[in-house]
């Protein structure tokens, strides 16, 4: 849904989910990279029914942010990305 750095090395991710929700859908992994090397710097996860996440701890370069939606056995969706720089 949106990106906002509400502060220095912080970004806040927010989303909606889709109305019904899949009764297996169990949470949102977001996986965080520096965005001119793809290295991943980390990973979030957050349990339905969240709606964001603050990530902290972020170098002031850069990133990607991928979320995929995960379900009671495991399987990732494909996921979509945002790419952002903290401010």
């Known amino acids: ?23 297996d859908f169990k949470l949102v992994r977001i996986y965080v ?20 996440v603050v990530v902290s701890g972020l170098a002031k370069v850069a990133h990607k942010f991928t979320a995929k939606s995960v379900d009671e056995t495991g399987n990732e969706s494909s996921g979509i ?5 903290p401010p």
């Open 33 to 52: 990279y520096i965005n001119s090397t793809s290295v991943l710097v980390k990973t979030v996860e957050v349990n339905v029914p969240g709606q964001s």
């Open 1 to 23: 849904k949106g990106v906002s750095g509400p502060g220095a090395g912080k970004v806040t991710l927010t989303w909606n989910y889709p109305n019904p929700l899949d009764e």
């Open 81 to 85: 990305s945002v790419t952002v720089t």
